[in-house]
């Protein structure tokens, strides 16, 4: 069974600094995680997906999340915060075997950007 | 431009009625999605469609119905069975089934009161 765990449901960062929005995993097997973002009221887009290749992703926005096995962990990253980064973030993650392909996603957070 | 649509954006419902959102895709992507989010519950899966003709439940599909007659639609209803409908909707596509295509693509939501 997988699952995600996002830790801290609001997080508030000021306006230049760096963001760290916190992604835990639990898979039975190698997993693909994603990163998705929620402006109010509006459908999900994705930021950046691991699938297995480099474990430093790159994505729109200038955010970046680094899959660190050891930790079960998929962070997402962005040296510094922007007004129009204000928005819901959702970790999501995505089996390799069985019937599991269907995405879980964690709880989301969402990010306050202080001027 | 390709993409997905969701109507409506606004449904309100009297309770006992049934309802129908409507989900449309003009990316030829045979897998789509529903899902079902609340506050600080992140997004839960009511229906998916591997393929045309085919679907499965979810983890919450009691009080739902979906049918998949065309690549293209997926059409949710919520029936008067949905003990709580009142929730924003969204609906998801992907390439194919398959780990690697299986990225998520979402549409604009629609969010259901019920009165």
């Known amino acids: 069974a997988q699952s995600v765990t996002q830790l801290g449901s609001h997080v508030s960062v000021s306006e230049g600094a760096l963001v760290l929005l916190r992604c835990n995993y639990s898979?039975?097997?190698?997993?693909?995680l994603f990163w998705y973002v929620q402006y109010p009221n509006q459908g999900l887009q994705l930021l950046l997906k691991?699938?297995?290749?480099?474990?430093l992703v790159k994505g729109i926005n200038g955010f970046e999340a680094e899959f660190k096995k050891s930790e079960t962990s998929f962070h997402l990253t962005k040296p510094s915060a922007h007004m129009s980064d204000a928005a819901e973030y959702f970790c999501?993650?995505?089996?390799?075997?069985?019937?599991?392909?269907?995405?879980?996603f964690g709880s989301g957070t969402q990010l306050t950007v202080l001027p | 431009d390709g993409g997905i649509t969701q109507s409506p954006k606004y449904l309100f419902r009297k309770e006992g009625q049934n309802v129908t959102l409507s989900c449309e895709q003009n990316?030829?992507?045979?897998?789509m999605y529903w899902y079902r989010q609340d506050p600080g519950q992140g997004l839960r899966l009511i229906y998916y469609?591997?393929?045309?003709?085919?679907?499965q439940k979810g983890d919450i599909a009691e009080g739902y119905s979906v049918s998949r007659e065309k690549k293209e639609s997926f059409p949710l209803t919520v029936t008067s069975a949905q003990k709580n409908p009142t929730a924003f909707y969204l609906c998801?596509?992907?390439?194919?089934?398959?780990?690697?295509?299986?990225?998520?693509?979402f549409g604009p939501g629609t969010r259901l009161t019920v009165l």
């Open positions: 898979s039975s097997v190698p997993p693909y």
């Open positions: 998801a596509s992907s390439k194919s089934w398959d780990r690697t295509n299986n990225e998520q693509f």
């Open positions: 990316l030829n992507h045979d897998a």
């Open positions: 999501a993650v995505s089996e390799t075997s069985g019937s599991a392909r269907q995405l879980t």
């Open positions: 469609s591997q393929i045309v003709n085919d679907f």
């Open positions: 691991y699938t297995s290749a480099a474990t």
